[in-house]
């Protein structure tokens, strides 16, 4: 599904880690990278690295294992050949924290990381890819999350309106002056995803349609084609008043559960 979204050029409203991109791109990953998503265990390995005192096979009684909990039975996993048998020490902590978050993040996801990169790439490979760094990959898929409405102004196009009719500045008045989270649901209500496409929101083929006269009609929007439909207001309170009750309860499904 990731790999079909970028072929098409879909932005996903996506929160995965920066960790699958790294991985993705056979990035080397470690102790930083395990903050992301067990901050916890990422914690207690920097206690143990920063502990001063030679007693480290005492306080933290650890080895070159690791348990873990599966169908109600406890696992092991030897980080080294007999590491139940070897414990943890000053002098061999590096190794074991390097192995302990090599195996928290690469080893133990190997199989369905191998399945999640041979469906992408079965859409997405090429010579291209090796060009990206994870980064630029994440706002392919799920878009650039900084929000430019101005671009955005700069390059919309307009069906039954033109530029400088008044509907229109007050639109435009009213867009700039909406907290963030408001933009992002105004972004959400037209395209269905909060972020911007690669490059921006002066990439979006943003249009504002006329569907009518001024009344108390909610705008309503054609999120494949970007298209926010519009009655033309005749003031510009009617119109933030409208625009906001759309996107807020159209996001929340007019409360309904």
């Known amino acids: 599904m990731l790999g079909l979204a970028i072929h098409n ?20 990953v470690g102790l930083r990278e395990l903050r992301q998503i067990q901050p916890a265990l990422y914690r207690g390995l920097r206690a ?5 005192a030679d007693d480290v096979e005492g306080v933290f009684c650890a080895d070159f294992s690791v348990a873990r909990v599966a169908f109600g039975q406890t696992v092991i996993t030897e980080l080294v050949p007999g590491g139940a048998d070897v414990p943890v ?30 469906g992408f790439l079965a859409l997405c490979d090429g010579p ?13 898929c799920c878009g650039e999350p900084h929000l430019d409405f101005r671009a955005m102004q700069a390059n919309a196009r307009y ?38 496409p690669v490059g921006g929101l002066g990439n979006l083929a943003f249009v504002l349609q006329r569907v ?10 054609h999120t494949c084609f970007n298209v926010l439909d519009m009655p ?4 510009r309170g009617k119109l933030r008043d409208r625009l906001l009750l759309a996107i807020r309860e159209g996001r929340e499904g007019f409360a309904l559960q």
């Open 232 to 235: 033309a207001y005749t003031s």
């Open 128 to 140: 291209a890819l090796s060009l990206l760094r994870p980064r630029e990959l994440e706002q392919l």
């Open 159 to 196: 069906e039954g309106f033109k530029p400088t009719d008044p509907t229109v500045v007050h639109f435009w008045e009213v867009v700039h002056t909406l907290s963030v989270d408001d933009q992002k649901g105004l972004l959400f209500f037209v395209t269905g995803c909060e972020k911007a």
């Open 89 to 118: 020490t000053r002098a061999n902590r590096d190794e074991y924290v390097a192995r302990y978050a090599e195996h928290a993040l690469v080893t133990s996801v190997s199989a369905p990381l191998a399945a999640f990169r041979q």
């Open 48 to 52: 143990l690295l920063a502990h001063e």
């Open 9 to 28: 050029g879909v932005i996903l409203d996506l929160r995965l880690p920066p960790l699958l991109w790294q991985l993705m791109m056979n990035e080397p």
């Open 212 to 221: 009518g006269p001024d009344s108390m009609d909610l705008p309503s929007a």
